[in-house]
């Protein structure tokens, strides 16, 4: 089913009550606007980037430039999405397992818009730099590049990392099984085993394979 931002775009699909600045890692995907095709095409199981996804590329390259308590992990750039894995890391540089984060029992309330140096500021940056970018390259001033929000796991253990890292670098490989492909031709297994790993509620709540 193609997205719909009127049936989600009212909902916050964050997880209620957990501290978006907290050291840990953060598995994430992006989608483009539609999922279109915007950043190449996957050939013989390898993914060849366009002008677009090499800006993409480059921008998420960029995130620890922005924001230095970030590291890069993982990520790869696919025709219609991204994912990567981001660490959030203390003030000594030092990476923080997510495990050892938890939601806040008695969270205060959020202030509107996005928490600096959070998850969704890091995110919100990155989707900017690279529309402002790809409309300048396309001449394309306010067309809309992204989808409207994003998704995150907090990844809790090292075995979902592991399994999450692999899921990433084949993630090319896989696109005939993968769920953003729309000429998908089945499940893949291996995405299920990350749903399994980790153990806890995705954002939004929906099965990854």
Known sequence: MPYDPSRHHRR??????????????????????????????????????NDAGRIAEQRWRDIPVHFPH????????MPNH???????????????????????????????????????????????????????LRNAPGAPVWQRNYYEHIIRNELA???????????????PLDRYNPERIGKDPLA???WKLMNQRASPREDPS
């Open 12 to 49: 916050s699909i964050r997880l209620k009550g957990y501290d978006y600045t907290q050291p840990g890692a953060y598995f994430i995907t992006i989608c483009t606007h539609e999922r279109a095709h915007l950043f190449g095409a996957v050939v013989e199981g390898k993914m060849q980037l």
């Open 161 to 175: 990392l592991n399994a999450i890292r692999r899921y990433i670098v084949e993630n090319p490989l896989r696109w």
């Open 70 to 77: 970030v590291q890069l992990d993982a990520f790869v750039i």
């Open 82 to 136: 991204v994912h990567g894995v981001l660490w959030i890391v203390a003030n000594n540089g030092a990476r923080v397992g997510a495990t050892h984060a938890s939601p806040l029992r008695n969270a205060p309330i959020p202030p509107r818009g996005p928490v600096p140096q959070s998850i969704g500021t890091i995110i919100g940056q990155f989707k900017s730099a690279v529309t402002r970018q790809i409309n300048a």
């Open 192 to 194: 299920q085993e990350i």
